[in-house]
């Protein structure tokens, strides 16, 4: 429970402070070898057509655990709803298209560099908005008709299975040697949590919780706030939530200019 007090906290503190970045807090809703997947997915044959001439291409015949489909309808959301800035309330938008815009202009106006990037989470055909805020992290968008729900923490990278309606979201807090993963679907346009992973030193204070060049050595695993054995059963439990093995970059060569990803979103209407 205090880990996953930790990672709701995490994400409220990021979106108070990258303000201008669409992250300012309105109303809260709600190792390495786990994403080592490969970007090539073997079974992806249907194209789905989207606006104009974009398309996706979806993985046939994917199937969901018991476990995905408890979490998903427990409904437990965790993004943050988008306020423009200078606005008084939680803004609204006539379509994803103003909304992702007026995003990256308040991004664009807080002076530093960001990327951004188009990807489908799920079977619709508005894309969700993947951006970098402050540090380099990341965050993602997403167009609830007629708000936005925003997704983020310290983030340092995203994937997902195109269309199928699962992403992982990885973090490393260097300040306590943790490493966690946040397993998250769309449900009725807003974000919600189906797993949260965390793996750690047993002791993060102990000496011989790092090894010679000064890396934690990891020992305790969690997941959902279920104790874990190994790493093994840590990615075998995130993979009943998210097959790891089709999972593609969300932020795929750094993302895009806002100039470009403007250009895009204007193509698309």
């Not at 194209?47 to 309808?73: H, L, M, Q, R, T």
């Not at 437990?76 to 990256?104: C, H, M, P, V």
């Amino acid at each position: 429970m205090k880990k996953k007090l930790v990672s709701i906290l995490l994400i409220l503190s990021v979106g108070s402070v990258c303000l201008a970045c669409g992250l300012e807090q309105a109303t809260d809703n709600g190792p390495k070898s786990l994403l080592g997947g490969s970007k090539d997915v073997e079974e992806t044959t249907g194209d789905e057509e989207n606006n104009d001439d974009v398309k996706i291409e979806v993985v046939e015949g994917y199937s969901y655990s018991d476990e995905y489909k408890a979490a998903f309808e427990a409904d437990d959301r965790a993004g943050t709803n988008y306020k423009k800035s200078g606005d008084a309330e939680i803004s609204e938008f006539e379509s994803w298209q103003e909304a992702y815009k007026s995003l990256i202009e308040d991004c664009e106006n807080d002076e530093m560099e960001h990327s951004y990037s188009l990807i489908y989470v799920d079977d619709d055909n508005v894309p969700e908005l993947v951006y970098t805020t402050m540090n380099n992290q990341l965050a993602i968008a997403t167009f609830t008709n007629p708000t936005v729900n925003i997704f983020s923490s310290q983030i340092e990278n995203i994937k997902y299975i195109k269309g199928k309606n699962s992403l992982i979201a990885h973090e490393n807090i260097v300040a306590d040697s943790t490493i966690n993963d946040y397993v998250v679907a769309i449900k009725d346009g807003f974000f919600i949590q189906l797993a949260y992973g965390s793996s750690r030193p047993l002791d993060v204070w102990a000496e011989d919780s790092f090894d010679e060049n000064g890396d934690p050595i990891i020992s305790y695993w969690e997941v959902n706030e279920q104790e874990l054995s190994s790493q093994e059963e840590y990615d075998e439990t995130i993979n009943k939530y998210i097959d790891t093995k089709l999972v593609v970059d969300g932020f795929e060569n750094g993302g895009e200019s806002a100039d470009d990803i403007i250009a895009k979103i204007d193509s698309m209407e």
